[in-house]
């Protein structure tokens, strides 16, 4: 029971950093010049819940 609860805190501050780094990150960006056509496919897991697993690996 301990370990879940350790696990949700830090998947409850993963959350919280990738908030602040997406917010840090948009106004740092350069533009895009070109007119090509970019396909952004939405991964399966989101950035939190990959790092989550990355720490409660490691």
Do not use: W
């Amino acid at each position: 029971m301990n370990s879940n609860v350790k696990l949700v805190e830090i998947f409850y501050f993963a959350g919280e950093f990738c908030n602040e780094y997406d917010q840090v990150m948009r106004g740092h960006q350069l533009e895009q010049k070109s007119e090509k056509k970019h396909r952004n496919k939405p991964s399966k897991l989101n950035d939190a819940e990959v790092i989550t697993i990355l720490i409660a690996f490691h």
